[in-house]
């Protein structure tokens, strides 16, 4: 089994094979450049370095969100595109969980926390425990500051990943010091680990539509929100 992952629901692009059990290759980027600039590009690079073809690959694997709208619908459109020109079995793997997946530690609390723009954030909490990891609280908009506070309140301590753990680690530290942001190296998204989810979900028998898979969005864009603002709310 041969799975091409994606994963574009930040700035970070980040794409991977997973050859049966092993990572053959990964290849992740934060740069100015956009994902339609940038992801095609990385796929091509990716399969041609491991010795790879397009006609090779089993599956493919794509981060569905939450996170940005327009990253996750390059994503997406792009995974549907090849999955469907190949033939081949989609499957959508939520980001907040496959961000946890990056840091799986037994003993504290993880918290994926993705910009969900004035202040709030996209946030879920899961726990490592005998090999798997759990979901604590499912997917949601919370503000930053009281995600903390939440946090704080836990008697687990609590790693915090994502790009608004990465951009707020002196905020985190002071809160308390039960919280700590992860390391540089995992607290971005990894394409690895949505191969890696993508496979555990395919072998249980779940995958998707390729016209019908939608990106994971939890709220709605700033676009819909203005529009109801100034035409009124459909009933």
Request: net charge negative; glycine share 6%; aromatic share 4%.
């Amino acid at each position: 089994m041969l799975i091409l992952a994606i994963d574009t629901s930040t700035l970070t692009s980040s794409v991977a094979l997973l050859k049966d059990n092993t990572l053959a290759a990964e290849l992740t980027i934060q740069t100015k450049k956009t994902h339609s600039e940038m992801l095609m590009p990385n796929i091509e690079q990716i399969i041609a370095l491991a010795g790879a073809d397009k006609q090779d690959l089993s599956a493919i694997a794509v981060s569905i969100g939450p996170g940005s709208f327009t990253g996750l619908r390059i994503g997406l459109a792009t995974a549907k595109a090849l999955a469907y020109a190949l033939n081949i079995p989609i499957v959508g793997v939520p980001t907040l969980p496959a961000l946890a997946y990056n840091c799986p530690v037994p003993g504290a609390l993880l918290s994926p926390m993705l910009d969900a723009q004035k202040g709030n954030v996209y946030q879920a909490l899961f726990q490592y425990k005998n090999g798997r990891m759990h979901e604590v609280v499912p997917a949601r908009v919370i503000s930053f500051d009281l995600a903390l506070s939440e946090l704080n309140s836990q008697e687990l301590p609590a790693i915090l990943l994502g790009e608004v753990a990465a951009a707020n680690r002196d905020k985190i530290y002071l809160s308390a010091p039960k919280l700590a942001p992860a390391e540089e190296h995992v607290i971005m998204p990894r394409a690895g680990s949505v191969a890696i989810l993508g496979k555990k979900m395919l072998i249980t028998g779940t995958s998707h539509d390729v016209m019908a898979l939608e990106p994971l969005y939890i709220r709605r864009s700033e676009a819909e929100e203005l529009w109801e603002q100034r035409h009124g709310a459909c009933v």
